[in-house]
């Protein structure tokens, strides 16, 4: 069951799949799509992000963009999805109103797996099978139907993301700084590489982030700028042909070989040893 909404004077696209190993090649396009990952199996499923499997059970749900490399190889059950582009809907363009984003989206931390209650599983079934229904209902203001029930269940998966995942002790504005944070590291790793940077764009002291992040999690906030940037490298060393001295250039490192200086620092291992190990499996 393959459903899809285009537009092609905006570009736009949504999909909608109870199978994504199957319908992903479907599609008329996948290019720059964020995916919602959901798996209404009773038994779990394994997808592949980054080179590392990650284990999905029953009723849970993740969300990857297309800056996650995905692989459904070791996928042996249907696993559903829900896909859409920025000409679909603009997450940063909308964010006031779903606060979404560095939860759900574009955050440095782990992927959210979201696991669905017992007593909200009839909610998101019934979200589902509206969201099927709409798609037989091509008139005029379709792509505007889609778009309310798409932010629907960005809300509702966002609730259970900050429930789930945040420290309970962490009022709303503290989230907020939170998860702002995560998101512009995403944006700006490449140049900014000091907290500081981060707590002038979001009115805070250095200070007050680091105290903020070390109730919320173990990592300290410049250690969630050098991860983002090794994890980049390590993508760019994985899933491209570039050279060393090409990454670390858009990496924004002058010196390449104060980019294998990092990289050996952050994993152990210098870019070209890391490289030689991604080989050897295939």
């Known amino acids: 069951m ?14 909608l799949t109870n199978n994504i190993k199957e319908d992903s090649a479907r599609f008329s396009s996948t290019v720059n799509t964020i995916k919602f990952l959901w798996n209404r199996n009773e038994m779990s499923v394994t997808i592949t992000v980054d080179d590392m499997d990650m284990e999905l059970q029953p009723d849970q749900m993740v969300t ?13 059950l249907p696993l559903a999805s829900i896909l859409f582009n920025r000409a679909f809907y603009c997450i940063s363009d909308h964010d006031s109103e779903v606060s979404c984003n560095g939860i759900l989206f574009f955050g440095t931390q782990d992927l959210p797996i ?9 909610k998101f079934n019934l979200w589902y099978d509206v969201f099927v229904e709409e798609f037989s209902t091509p008139d005029n203001i379709q792509g505007d139907m ?6 629907r269940l960005i809300i509702m998966s966002t609730r259970l993301a900050k429930e789930q995942h945040i420290v309970k002790t962490l009022n709303n504005d503290q989230i ?7 998101f512009l590291v995403d944006l700006h790793y490449k140049t900014k590489r000091k907290v500081s940077d981060y707590a002038e764009m979001l009115f805070k002291s250095p200070k007050t982030l680091s105290n903020l992040f070390s109730i919320y999690n173990q990592k300290s906030p410049q250690q969630i700028i050098l991860d983002r940037l090794v994890l980049e490298a390590k993508r760019l060393i994985h899933f491209t042909d570039k ?3 090409e990454i670390a250039f858009d990496l924004g490192f002058n010196d390449p070989a104060h980019f294998s200086r990092f990289f050996k620092k952050m994993t152990q291992m210098t870019p070209s040893e890391y490289r030689e190990n991604a080989l050897i499996p295939a």
Do not use: A, C, W
């Open 2 to 15: 393959k459903y899809e909404y285009k537009d092609p004077k905006l570009g736009s696209i949504l999909g």
């Open 64 to 76: 990857v963009t297309y800056l996650q490399h995905v692989s459904f190889s070791k996928t042996d």
């Open 114 to 122: 979201i696991t669905i209650p017992n007593d909200q599983l009839k």
């Open 146 to 151: 889609l778009q309310m029930l798409l932010k």
């Open 176 to 182: 907020d700084t939170i998860r702002k944070f995560n």
């Open 243 to 245: 050279q060393n001295q």
